[in-house]
Every structure is written in structure tokens, then in C-alpha cells.
């Protein structure tokens, strides 16, 4: 089995100190696949280049971020492995109170794969369940099962969701969600922990 590490500290929605994210993955082939660079993942940042006259500044510490509104943090898995063998993971993050259905389209993240044409899916009815995923972490963050859900799921996993059914938290929320997409679909095994400051390379 190998591993793959991976730094949220751009996504960390708490003013403490970042905890990094290990992913450990194995591929069908027994194979060790190892990173020889660090990922990065880019964040978009709003440069202000002028002021509005008469309006007053917000003074903020040095060094700390002004407080961000709550969020919660995602680290979507694919279900299928990139080229050079590596899992797939995207990160997102966005308000609670939403479906989390929602929150992956709109962050064009697959959901429905072989089914996502129409007529294929129930386009979020809750009645075909193709929209299955994984929570591998935060399922404190999402509702309790739905009927539907139970109906659907009742020879699946527990920690698997139809995600059209599923509402991520309050509007308040934060936290991190680990999702394993197309979890049907999946191509190769891993697993998800907290990695210490003192553990990282």
C-alpha cells in the first residue's frame, strides 16, 4: 500500500494551526506509487489595487487571515486513478445547509458517471440512486439517513449516502468531509487519517 500526502493548510477553516491529510491508497497491480513532487493546489486570491475615497479601512493583525465566513472543507476522491497512478482528489469548499448533491455540481465534481445523462438519473428525486457516495470523514457534518436513503441503501455500506438526500450541516458549519465518488465505481483502496505536525516530512 502507498502513500500519498496532501497539505490542506490553504483550506483549514480554523485560525489554529493546519493538520495536514494522508491519504494511503494501493493500486490492483501491487505496485508502490510515490509522489516525486509535492502537489500544490491553487487558491485564488483577491488583490486589492486602489480604495474608495471616504470609505475606512479594516485593520487586521499581521500574519492572520481576517475571519473567513463558516465554510466546510471537501476532499473529493475519484473513483478512478490519474495517468501517473495517483488517486484523484479535488478539494472544495462551501456553505452548509446545502444538499450535498448541489455542492458537487456546482463544483463540477462527478457525480451521476455512467449516469449522467438525462434520463438516466432522477435529477435528485431520491428514487434511482445513482448518486451514491462514500463519507469515508465528517459524517457528524451530514442528516441523519432519509427513508428514501434507507430504501435505496439497505444492502450498502452504512457510511454510503445517496447525495441527492444528503444536507451537509447548518449554515454555520465547519468541519472536512471526505468523499469517495462513484464509490461502486472505485478502482483502488485507500485509506483516510489525520497526520501529526510532528509525523510530516
Known sequence: MATLQ???HGLA???TSFVPRKFNFSHSSGTVLTLSAPLSFSRRKIRAVSTVPGSESVATDEGKEPNEPPAVDFAFVHSVL???GTPDVHFRKACGGQKLRDVMLDNNIE??????????????????GTCMVEVVEGKELLSPRTDKEKEKLKKKPKNWRLACQTTVGKPDSRGMLVIQQLPEW?????TYEEVLPSEEP
Open 186 to 190: 472505485k478502482a483502488h483502496e485507500w
Open 13 to 15: 477553516t480554523s485560525t
Open 82 to 84: 490519474l495517468p501517473d
Open 6 to 8: 496532501l497539505s490542506i
Open 111 to 128: 457525480l451521476y458517471g455512467p449516469y449522467g445523462r438525462p434520463l438516466l438519473n432522477c435529477a435528485g428525486g431520491g428514487t434511482c
